[in-house]
């Protein structure tokens, strides 16, 4: 069974840094992309970053240029570093992977990133 584990969230002032870490298990196969959504009150979920196993990377549009994902594949962890947050970027961030032939997915339980201004 696949598992997502989160870790990294918090409170930051806006202008400020978090860094959030997945570690994933029970792929044999490994995990073909891995990436981070968030979901804010009242707002759909939306995709933050992804990165692929071989290293290609694609992000949202707002956090392009203040986010980077990266991964070690060694570990199936995959990490988001945040740099200068804003309010904006306060939301449940959650961890995502897709496996297999079959490319099925799994979530993370969230964790909670909340910027004050």
């Known amino acids: 069974q696949v598992q997502l584990v989160e870790s990294g969230g918090g409170l930051v002032q806006a202008g400020g840094s978090l860094r959030l870490s997945c570690a994933a298990s029970?792929?044999?196969?490994?995990?073909?992309?891995m990436g981070w959504y968030r979901q804010a009150p009242g707002k759909q979920r939306e995709l933050v970053a992804a990165?692929?196993?071989?290293?290609?990377?694609t992000y949202g549009d707002s956090v392009k240029g203040r986010f980077t994902i990266s991964r070690d594949n060694a570990k199936n962890t995959v990490y988001l570093q945040m740099n200068v947050l804003k309010p904006e970027d306060t939301a449940v961030y959650y961890c995502?992977?897709?496996?297999?032939?079959?490319?099925?997915?799994?979530w993370g339980q969230g964790t909670q990133v909340t910027v004050s201004s």
């Open positions: 990165i692929f196993s071989g290293g290609t990377t």
């Open positions: 995502n992977a897709a496996y297999g032939r079959t490319w099925s997915t799994s």
């Open positions: 029970g792929s044999a196969l490994g995990f073909n992309v």
